[in-house]
């Protein structure tokens, strides 16, 4: 088993940047494919970025390609995102999930584990 704790989440104007942490524990003898997804209210959970068991391949949506950036410490268990040029429509609840699928993992249904979530608020 896997637990997942998302941290780094709060409250931001339009333009400023946030930074989620996300510390795996458990069954982590063997590093695994993570990814951030979010959810608005009222609406899907949707893909947000993804980085593959070494690191070398990460993935983005198009909304926040160039925004965002993904990156790890296997040395450490833990997966983060950095937030930049933050915008009120990135207002969510973001969620950090964990694979032992191999590959940069897009859809949340290849995804196992899931952490408690942390709330991303940006206002305008």
């Known amino acids: 088993q896997v637990q997942l704790v998302e941290s780094g989440g709060g409250s931001v104007q339009s333009g400023g940047s946030l930074r989620l942490s996300c510390a795996a524990s458990?069954?982590?003898?063997?590093?695994?494919?993570m990814g951030w997804f979010r959810q608005a209210p009222g609406k899907e959970r949707d893909f947000v970025a993804s980085i593959t068991r070494d690191g070398r391949t990460t993935n983005y949506a198009d909304s926040v390609k160039d925004r965002f950036t993904i990156d790890r410490d296997n040395a450490k268990n833990t997966v983060a995102l950095q937030m930049n040029t933050l915008k009120p429509e990135d207002t969510a609840i973001y969620y950090c999930a964990a694979s032992s699928l191999v590959g940069s993992l897009v859809s949340r249904y290849d995804y196992p584990y899931w952490g408690q979530g942390t709330q991303v608020t940006v206002s305008s």
């Open positions: 458990g069954r982590t003898f063997r590093p695994l494919a």
